[in-house]
């Protein structure tokens, strides 16, 4: 299994304004995922976080509003850049601790954004 | 689009009543996992079923899967004020790593 952290764990944000966020593992993990869950909805997958090269983004989303870094085996950030109050979501982190296809995800806290 | 929906989307029941939750999807899978959400919280992973197995137990949960139907349920037996909380299947399809998320059903416990 994994422990994984977010910060922050909620914001409120201004309209324009970009918010980063933070996931930390608490083990080396091969895969990353970000997802966004808006209010009363199931999880979309916003992008795959790769170590070592850019991020795989999911139809509908870009690097430029939603840039993604991976420094390490146990770390990434989402930055939601010139936010709306369209983006008022949960963000969550997960991760894979192997790279196996049928291996268990594990989720983050995840982080509440308002955007005003 | 959406790989898994499930039915009810709301599930309101008496503490100690058995839930039964049913995901469908729409493509072959390589697995079917479920999860909890509380209140808008991260997911906590609950079970993983594999395409070539039919039955999973875990304490008082009960997964099934019919690949030739392309469903799942989950059943939560005695249930209890704390199982209150979306429950969300989702699913890996072969030759891709990411899982899709079903639209989730909320459970309701009353005490």
């Known amino acids: 299994s994994a422990v994984i952290s977010q910060k922050p764990s909620r914001d409120i944000c201004q309209r324009g304004t970009s918010l980063t966020i933070q996931c930390q593992v608490d083990?080396?993990?091969?895969?990353m995922f970000w997802y966004r869950q808006q209010p009363g909805q199931s999880l979309t997958l916003i992008a795959t976080a790769n170590q070592g090269s850019e991020a795989t983004y999911e139809s509908g989303f870009v690097i430029d509003k939603f840039p993604i870094s991976r420094p390490n085996l146990t770390f990434s950030t989402l930055t939601v850049s010139n936010m709306s109050p369209e983006d008022s979501s949960i963000y969550l982190c997960?991760?894979?601790?192997?790279?196996?296809?049928?291996?268990?995800?594990?989720f983050g806290p995840g982080t509440r954004l308002t955007v005003l | 689009s959406q790989q898994g929906e499930e039915d009810p989307q709301a599930l309101s029941i008496q503490e100690g009543e058995n839930a039964t939750m049913n995901c469908s999807y729409k493509t072959s899978i390589n697995n079917l996992q479920w999860y909890r959400q509380n209140s808008g919280r991260g997911l906590v992973h609950l079970i993983l079923i594999r395409s070539n197995e039919r039955e999973k137990h875990s304490g008082r949960l009960r997964v099934t899967l019919d690949t030739s139907k392309k469903s799942s349920s989950l059943l939560i037996t005695a249930s209890r004020a704390a199982d209150t909380a979306s429950y969300f299947c989702?699913?890996?399809?072969?030759?891709?790593?990411?899982?899709?998320f079903g639209t989730g059903t909320r459970l309701k416990v009353l005490a």
């Open positions: 083990s080396q993990v091969t895969m």
């Open positions: 997960s991760v894979r601790t192997s790279g196996a296809l049928t291996d268990t995800q594990y």
């Open positions: 989702a699913t890996v399809s072969p030759g891709t790593y990411k899982y899709i």
